[in-house]
């Protein structure tokens, strides 16, 4: 049996004025995070939904990544602007443990808000809150 740090993905409706456009995200501040948000991917991918990953991480790290991602996959990464790194940053602040983050924006509005593993009943919340 392999022994993993017990943590369950939380969700919440910040309902904050965003500087993201509208769409689906996954985040991610480092690279041992790349497992989940693969997970997150294929969820989207399961449902035809396109998604966009952030690199929250030291910029200079992008090149590294590349190298651990698909082509296909990578293409679909940004860095995001200032502004958009502090706003994440604030609003997971009390969320040391997190490696991977999905959320959604409407009308520039972050309606929902994932923290951790893409596990089924985290998947099956996030789809039931405007996916």
Known sequence: ??????????????????????GQFLALFQPSALR????WCRLFDSENVLVKVFWLGPESEMPQLEVLVSPSRFKGWLCPTT???EQLTVLLADTSHAKAIAFVCLNHVMTNLMVGPPTEDAWDQFMGRGV
């Open 1 to 22: 049996m392999v022994w993993r740090q017990a943590y369950q993905t939380f969700s919440s409706e910040p309902s904050v004025s965003t500087p993201f456009p509208d």
């Open 36 to 39: 989940e948000i693969e997970l």
């Open 83 to 85: 502004e958009q790194k």
